[in-house]
C-alpha cells in the first residue's frame, strides 16, 4: 500500500467548484443581473485551475505517480464493486489544467461576448456543467465515472449548441449532433460492457494490471478497442461521425472555442491515451485509427480550402487537426497525442475567440467574404490571431511546430506514405488558414455599412493570454535536437504507455525540418498571391464552378448520403412502425388490457349490490369450496 | 399486562365523564390515558411476561404491534375533537366504546391460546356494531351496523366451530399444543382437524376483509361514521393481522400443504377483489374499503411467506398504511364539509386550487397506498415482493405486482380529480389540530420510506 498523499483530497474540489457554479448559476438565473452570472462562473473555473495547479505540486512533490481519491463506493451489487473514485495522474492533471486553464479564459471572454444576450445566466449556468462533466471525464478512476462525464459532457454540447433555440436551423444542428454521438456512445457503452464481462472490472488501475499480462492480439481487446474506438470517433469528430463538428457552430462562439476545440472533442483522444495499454495489444485497431485519423485531417483540410464561413473554416480545421492527434494515437505515439492537443487546445481556442471577436465587431457577419481590412481596426485580434495562424501551420517556434513535426517524423518512421499524406494534409491547414487571415484582416474592408471596433478588454486580454501560450506553448516539450528534453512526453510517459520512443535521429529530423519549412514558405507566398496580390475573393454562392470545386464547396455530399442512406430508410421505418405497427397492433392491444379490466372491475363491484342474504350465499358457498378444496387436494 | 389492565380502566373513567357533561376533557383525557398505556407497553419490552397460566404472552411481537395501535388510535382520537364538536351525541360512548374495542386488540395480539383469540376477536367486534350504528338518525349508519352484526355474527359462529373441533381432536386450546398435535401427523391431518383449522383460519380472515369473506366490508365502510370507518381500517386490520400471523406462527407452521393452498387461493382472490372492486368505484370510502381489501392481500402475503423477517415486513406494511389512511379520512371529511355533505369522488376537484398543500398531502398520502418512492407505501410493498420472491413465490408475487399496477390507477384517479380545477361549493375550514394531523403524518409516510425501512420486533 503506498502512503496516501497529503492534500491530495483537495481534488475534490476541481470538478466540485464548478458544480457548485453550475448550481449557484442554475438555480439562480432568474435573479442575477448583468454580468454577475458570468463573474460567479469564471470565479468558479478559476478556483478549480488554481487547485489544479496546487495539485499539480502536490503529486510532484510527494514522488508518486499516481493516486485515487475515492469519494464514495457507488455500484456494489453482486461481484460488480464499483467506487466512486478519481484518478489523479500526470495525464488527468494534464487535461485539468487545460480544461480549467484555458476554460477560465473562456468563460472571462465570455462575459463580454454574451453581454447583453437575455439568457447569459442559463448560458454561464451550462458551461459550468459543462465543466464540471469534462473535468469527471477525465478524473474519473473507472471507465463508468468516464462515462458519466462522457455522457454529461454530450448533454451540454446538445444544449449550448441549441442555446438560441429559436431559430430551427439552430436546433437541428444540435439535434444532429447528439444524435451522431449517441452512435459512438453506443459502441462506448458495448466496449465498457465487453470490459468488465472480460475483466470483471472496469477499474482502470486493474484492467491494465491484468491487461499488461496479456498477449498482443488477444480477439477480446480488439472487440474491446475497436468499440472504444467507435465512441471516440463520435465525440472527437472523426470519419465517418464527424459531420456533427461543422454544424455544432451554431452555438455561440465561446462554446464552439470552450467545447468544440479545446476540450470536448478532444475526450475520444483523451480516453484511447488513457486506455494506451489496451491499445498496444491491439495492433488491428491501432491501423484502423491510422487510416481514420489520416483520411479525416485530410478530408477536413480539402473541404476547409472551400469554406467561406469563418467558423466553418475553423471547425474543419479542429476536425482535421484531431485526425493528426488520431494519427499519433494510431503510431502509438499517446504522448504526441496529448501534446498535440494541449497545444491544440491554447491555438484553437485562441482563433475562435479571435473569431469570435470579429463576428462580434462585424455586427454578426460570419462571412470572410464581407470582410476584410480589419487589420488596422482590430490590431489585438489580428496580432493574437496572426500568432493563432502560425502556431497551426506549423511555424518555428510557435507551439503547432512542435507537436505537428513530431507527428510528422513518428510517420515518417513508420511508413513514407503516411508521411506524405500527413504532410500535404499541413500544407492544406497552411493554405486555408492563410486564405482566412488574408481575407480577413487585409485589402479593403468589403461589407459597405458595418463600423467595426476593436472588442473590450474583457475579451481581448484572455486573446492575449492565449496567445503568448500559443506563441510558447511548444516550449513544453522540446525535442533534444533543440537542447530539450521532451519535458512533456517524459511527465507523461509515467501514466501513458506509448509504443515507439520519443526520440528519432537528429538529422533526419532537420531534414524532415527543411523540407517542412521550405514547402509552407511556398504555400504561404501562395496563398498571399492569390489572396493579397490578385485581391481574389471567394466567388459568391450560386455562380458556376468546375465538378471538383463543387464536389468541394458541397462537403463531398457526405450530409446528402447520409440523408439518403441512413436518415430517409430509417425514417421510412420508423414511420411505418408508428403507422402499421402501433396503431394496428400495439395501440389495440394495449387498450384491451385496460378496457377488460375495467369490464372486470365493473363485474367486482355488480357482486357487491347491498344484499345481505347474497352476502351470506357467497360466504357460504366460499366455505364450502374451500372444505371440498382442502380435503380432497 | 398493566397497559391492558390501564386501557380498560381509561374506558370505564371516559364512560363516566360523558355522565359529567364534560365533553371538552373527553378526548384529552382518552389521548392522555392512551400515552401512559403507550408507556406502560414500553416499560413490557423484552420481558415475555405471561399471565393466566400461559394464555397471555406479551412478547415483543405483542408490544410492538400494541405501541403500533395505540399511536393510531391517538391520531384517530385527536381528529376526533373536531369531528365530535361538529356531530354530538353520546361522544363518551363512542370514546370508550374505540377504548375497549382497543383492549380486544391487545388480547389478539398477545394470546396463545385459542380461547383468549376468540374473547379478544369478541371483545373488538361487539364495540365495533354498536359504532358502526353510531349516527342514529342515519339509515346507512344502521344498516352497517345490523350487516356487520350479522355477517359478524356468523363468521364468529364459525370460528367457534372450528375451535370446536380441533378441541375435539386434540383437547387443547394452547396454540403450542396444537402445534405438537399437528406435527404428529406429518402434513396428513385427519378431515375434522384440518376443517376445524380451515374454520378459525377463516375466522380471522373475515377480520381482515380477504375474499371471499370481505363482502362485509364495503357496505360497512360507507355507511359507518368516517371515524369509525377510520378505526377500523387501520386499528380493526392491524389487530387482525397480527392474530392471523400469530395463529400460524405460534400454532399452524409449517401449515398443512391443502391449507397452505387455500390461504394462497384466498390471498389471490383478495388482491383481485379488492383492486378490481376499487376500479370502478364513485364513492370515496368505497374506495378506501376496497383499497383495504387489496392491502389486506399484500399483507397476507407477506405473512405467508414464512421467513424470520415477515413480522416485521408486517408490522412496517400495517402501520405506514394506517399512518397514510388515517389523514386521508381526515382530508375526506373536510371535503365532505365542504360539499355540502356528498362523499363522490368528483367532490375533490377543485382542492388543489382552494387548499393547495392538503392537495399536496393527498398526493403523498395516495401515491403511498399506490406505492410510489420514495414514500413508505413503496417501501412496505417493496419488502413484501422482495419477501416471498425470496421464499420462492414468484408466481403469486408476480400477480401481485400486476394489481400493485391496477391499484396506481385508482389512486391516480383521485389525484386527478384533486388537481382538476373546478369551484368547491363552500371553502374548506381546517382547524389547527387536522391541518397539523395531515402534514406530520403525510411527512412521516415519507419518511419512514427514506430513512426507516428496519423496524425492531
Known amino acids: ?222 472487440a474491446i478497442t475497436l468499440l472504444l474506438l467507435v465512441g471516440a470517433v463520435g465525440k472527437s469528430a472523426q470519419i465517418p461521425l464527424f459531420t456533427w463538428l461543422p454544424d455544432a457552430m451554431a452555438g455561440p462562439t465561446p462554446v464552439s472555442a470552450l467545447i468544440h476545440a479545446a476540450t470536448m472533442v478532444t475526450a475520444g483522444i483523451y480516453m484511447i491515451a488513457r486506455s494506451s495499454i489496451l491499445y498496444n495489444l491491439a495492433p488491428i485497431t491501432l491501423n484502423v485509427i491510422i487510416v481514420i485519423g489520416l483520411s479525416t485531417a485530410i478530408l477536413a483540410a480539402i473541404i476547409g480550402l472551400k469554406q467561406n464561413d469563418i467558423k466553418k473554416v475553423l471547425a474543419y480545421s479542429t476536425v482535421s487537426q484531431l485526425g493528426y492527434m488520431f494519427l499519433a494515437l494510431g503510431l502509438g505515439a499517446y504522448s504526441t497525442a496529448v501534446f498535440h492537443v494541449t497545444t491544440h487546445a491554447f491555438f484553437k481556442a485562441l482563433l475562435f475567440l479571435g473569431a469570435g471577436s470579429i463576428i462580434h465587431a462585424m455586427g454578426g457577419e460570419q462571412d470572410i467574404r464581407k470582410m476584410g481590412g480589419l487589420r488596422k481596426k482590430m490590431p489585438v485580434t489580428y496580432w493574437t490571431f496572426l500568432a493563432g495562424t502560425l502556431a497551426i501551420s506549423g511555424i518555428p517556434p510557435f507551439s503547432g511546430f512542435f507537436s505537428k513535426d513530431m507527428i510528422l517524423v513518428k510517420a515518417f518512421e513508420h511508413n513514407i506514405i503516411i508521411y506524405i499524406l500527413a504532410l500535404a494534409g499541413a500544407l492544406l491547414t497552411c493554405f486555408y488558414m492563410f486564405r482566412l487571415l488574408y481575407l480577413v484582416f487585409f485589402r479593403e474592408q468589403r461589407l459597405a455599412g458595418a463600423h467595426p471596433h476593436e472588442s473590450p478588454k474583457v475579451m481581448t486580454i484572455p486573446l492575449i493570454i492565449l496567445g503568448i501560450l500559443s506563441v510558447f506553448g511548444g516550449f513544453l516539450n522540446i525535442p533534444s535536437l533543440f537542447g530539450g528534453d521532451l519535458s512533456f512526453s517524459n511527465f507523461l510517459q509515467k501514466n501513458v504507455f506509448s509504443k515507439v520512443s520519443e526520440e528519432i535521429s537528429h538529422s533526419t529530423e532537420i531534414g524532415l525540418i527543411i523540407l517542412s519549412l521550405s514547402l509552407l514558405s511556398l504555400i504561404i507566398w501562395l496563398a498571399y498571391r492569390t489572396f493579397i496580390r490578385k485581391a481574389v475573393v471567394p466567388a459568391a454562392d450560386g455562380v458556376s464552378m468546375t465538378p471538383i470545386a463543387r464536389l468541394v464547396t458541397n462537403k463531398f455530399y457526405i450530409d446528402e448520403i447520409y440523408t439518403t442512406v441512413f436518415e430517409k430508410p430509417f425514417g421510412s421505418f420508423s414511420n411505418f412502425l408508428f403507422k402499421k405497427v402501433e396503431t394496428n397492433i400495439l395501440n389495440p392491444i394495449v387498450d384491451g388490457v385496460g378496457e377488460a379490466t375495467s369490464v372486470l372491475g365493473m363485474l367486482t363491484r355488480r357482486l357487491q349490490r347491498g344484499n345481505m342474504s347474497f352476502y351470506f350465499f357467497a360466504m357460504v358457498a366460499g366455505i364450502l369450496l374451500f372444505i371440498i378444496f382442502i380435503l380432497t387436494i | 399486562m398493566s397497559a391492558l389492565i390501564f386501557t380498560i380502566v381509561l374506558g370505564i373513567i371516559v364512560l363516566y365523564l360523558g355522565f359529567l357533561k364534560k365533553k371538552a376533557i373527553l378526548a384529552p383525557v382518552a389521548i392522555a390515558g392512551l400515552l401512559i398505556a403507550l408507556f406502560l407497553s414500553l416499560k413490557d419490552w423484552g420481558l415475555g411476561s405471561r399471565y393466566f397460566h400461559d394464555m397471555i404472552l406479551f412478547d415483543n411481537f405483542s408490544i410492538a404491534f400494541n405501541i403500533s395501535m395505540i399511536i393510531v388510535t391517538i391520531l384517530i382520537f385527536l381528529f376526533g375533537i373536531d369531528y365530535y364538536r361538529m356531530m354530538g351525541l353520546h361522544v363518551a360512548e363512542q370514546y370508550a366504546l374505540m377504548i375497549f374495542a382497543l383492549t380486544g386488540a391487545f388480547l389478539m395480539t398477545s394470546y396463545s391460546n385459542l380461547i383468549i383469540l376468540f374473547l379478544g376477536i369478541e371483545i373488538l367486534s361487539i364495540p365495533l356494531y354498536v359504532l358502526a350504528g353510531g349516527k342514529k338518525a342515519s339509515f346507512r349508519s344502521n344498516e352497517a351496523s345490523f350487516k356487520y352484526f350479522m355477517l359478524g355474527s356468523f363468521a364468529t359462529a364459525i370460528f367457534l366451530f372450528g375451535i370446536a373441533l380441533v378441541y375435539g381432536a386434540s383437547a387443547t386450546f394452547y396454540l403450542p399444543e396444537i402445534k405438537i398435535y399437528i406435527a404428529q401427523f406429518n402434513g396428513h391431518l385427519p378431515p375434522m382437524v384440518m376443517v376445524g383449522l380451515l374454520f378459525i383460519l377463516i375466522g380471522v380472515a373475515f377480520k381482515v376483509a380477504a375474499a371471499p369473506f370481505h363482502f362485509w366490508s364495503p357496505d360497512v365502510y360507507e355507511g359507518s361514521p368516517t371515524i369509525v370507518t377510520a378505526f377500523m381500517a387501520t386499528v380493526v386490520k392491524t389487530a387482525g393481522f397480527a392474530a392471523f400471523f400469530r395463529l400460524l406462527g405460534m400454532g399452524l407452521l409449517p401449515l398443512p400443504a391443502p391449507l397452505e393452498k387455500a390461504l394462497w387461493v384466498m390471498t389471490g382472490l383478495t388482491l383481485l377483489v379488492g383492486n378490481l372492486g376499487a376500479l370502478k368505484q364513485t364513492n370515496f370510502k368505497r374506495l378506501l374499503a376496497y383499497s383495504a381489501i387489496a392491502h389486506s392481500g399484500f399483507i397476507m402475503l407477506a405473512m405467508l411467506s414464512q421467513h424470520s423477517s415477515s413480522a416485521k415486513v408486517l408490522l412496517y406494511y400495517t402501520f405506514v398504511y394506517s399512518l397514510a389512511t388515517v389523514p386521508l379520512f381526515i382530508i375526506f371529511i373536510l371535503v365532505k364539509r365542504a360539499s355540502d355533505w356528498q362523499e363522490e369522488l368528483v367532490n375533490f376537484r377543485g382542492l388543489f386550487k382552494e387548499k393547495s398543500w392538503i392537495a399536496v398531502c393527498m398526493t403523498i398520502l395516495l401515491m403511498s397506498l399506490a406505492g410510489i418512492p420514495p414514500s413508505s407505501g413503496f417501501m412496505a410493498k417493496y419488502q413484501v415482493f422482495v419477501l416471498s420472491i425470496s421464499q420462492g413465490n414468484l408466481l403469486i408475487s408476480i400477480f401481485a405486482i400486476l394489481m400493485a399496477v391496477i391499484g396506481i390507477y385508482y389512486y391516480f384517479f383521485v389525484i386527478r380529480e384533486v388537481f382538476t380545477e373546478s369551484k368547491q361549493l363552500n371553502p374548506i375550514v381546517v382547524t389547527r389540530l387536522n391541518g397539523a394531523l395531515i402534514i406530520v403524518c403525510s411527512l412521516a409516510v415519507l419518511l419512514l420510506g427514506v430513512f426507516v425501512w428496519n423496524l425492531p420486533i
Open chain 1, 1 to 222: 500500500m503506498v502512503e496516501p498523499i497529503p492534500n491530495i483530497n483537495l481534488a475534490l474540489l476541481v470538478p466540485a467548484l464548478p458544480l457548485l457554479g453550475f448550481l449557484i448559476t442554475g438555480l439562480g438565473y432568474k435573479r442575477f443581473k448583468n454580468n454577475q452570472a458570468g463573474i460567479i462562473a469564471s470565479t468558479s473555473i478559476g478556483l478549480s485551475f488554481l487547485v489544479s495547479v496546487f495539485l499539480f505540486f502536490v503529486l510532484r512533490n510527494s514522488g508518486q505517480d499516481a493516486a485515487t481519491v475515492t469519494l464514495f463506493n457507488w455500484i456494489a451489487v453482486g461481484n460488480m464493486n464499483i467506487p466512486f473514485a478519481f484518478l489523479i495522474d500526470h495525464l488527468s492533471l494534464t487535461m485539468m489544467l487545460i480544461i480549467t486553464g484555458v476554460g477560465s479564459l473562456i468563460h472571462i471572454y465570455s462575459i463580454g461576448y454574451m453581454h447583453g444576450d437575455n439568457r447569459i445566466n442559463s448560458f454561464f449556468a451550462q458551461m459550468n456543467l459543462f465543466t464540471f462533466s469534462m473535468l469527471l471525464l477525465v478524473m474519473g478512476a473507472n471507465y463508468l465515472v468516464l462515462f458519466i462525464g462522457w455522457e454529461g459532457v454530450g448533454l451540454c454540447s446538445y444544449l449550448l449548441i441549441g442555446f438560441w433555440f429559436k431559430n430551427p436551423s439552430f436546433n437541428y444542428a444540435a439535434r444532429k449532433a447528439f444524435i451522431i454521438n449517441r452512435i459512438g456512445d453506443l459502441g462506448f457503452i458495448l466496449g465498457i460492457i465487453l470490459l468488465f464481462f472480460s475483466f470483471n472490472s472496469v477499474s482502470f488501475s486493474e484492467v491494465f494490471a491484468q491487461a499488461s499480462t496479456m498477449q498482443i492480439g488477444t480477439p477480446v481487446i480488439t
